[in-house]
């Protein structure tokens, strides 16, 4: 029998405690916010107020963000590259702000390190994104990678040695598993997972265009 991976393997293998479902949705502003999220560097210093300022936060602390998107996309005035595109969450915690700006409310926190994300739109050191489910905002642009992971979107979803109907089963994902993709055809992904690698149908996953491949 394949094991059947559920969002508890994939917390671990993000370094997140609880099960997946619990992480997905983001956290609602706290009515008092102790310390801010942002981070850039593990060498930036926080101003007094816990707030990591824009002036901390640099073009050359950012990690690059590749040009992965839909073909279809147009170009961001910022970065040059595609809109929408998908990136992750860098961090363990984000705030997600109501504007493009350290000034502007905090509307959400993002709480789950890998999770994927998708970029809509630019603006200086700031990008909108959303998640699987339409929620998010403005957040700095040093709380995003290019690596690419994706949302396992259907329960029980069949991981398999190859990228075809009849292969093998390597696993059963859950639904709210976050995997790390590796390549994409025009109909399967190939995933990791706790130590498991195989492809998925990519109907079934979010955090990948429909038409889009990745070699």
């Known amino acids: 029998m ?4 559920s969002g508890l393997v994939a917390a ?3 370094a997140l405690p609880g ?13 008092s916010i102790v310390a801010a999220i942002e981070n850039a560097t593990p060498a930036a210093a926080p101003d007094p107020a816990g707030e990591v300022t824009e002036d901390q936060l640099t073009e050359a602390a950012a990690p690059p963000e ?7 996309a147009q170009l961001g005035p910022v970065t040059h590259l595609p809109l929408p595109r998908f990136v ?17 409310r905090i509307d959400w926190v993002f709480v ?62 859950e639904q709210g598993v976050v995997a790390r993709l590796n390549e994409c ?17 990519k109907t079934a996953l979010w955090g990948v265009f429909p038409d889009e491949v990745l070699d």
């Open 2 to 5: 394949a094991p059947r991976l």
């Open 112 to 173: 789950r390190r890998g999770m994927p994300l998708m970029v809509t739109a630019e603006f200086g050191h700031w990008r909108r994104v959303e998640d699987a489910e339409g929620l998010g905002g403005w957040v700095h642009y040093a709380l995003i990678s290019g690596t690419r992971n994706v949302l396992v979107a259907q329960d029980r979803t069949i991981l398999r040695r190859r990228g075809d109907e009849g292969a093998p089963v390597v696993a059963e994902l």
């Open 66 to 72: 590749l040009a992965s998107a839909d073909p279809g």
């Open 88 to 104: 992750t969450l860098k961090t363990s915690e984000g705030n997600v702000r109501r504007g493009p700006s350290l000034s502007h």
């Open 185 to 201: 055809s025009r109909d399967w992904c190939q995933l990791s997972v706790s130590g498991y690698r195989g492809w998925a149908e």
């Open 19 to 31: 099960a997946a479902g619990a992480e997905l949705r983001p956290l609602a502003r706290p009515e």
């Open 12 to 14: 671990a293998i993000i």
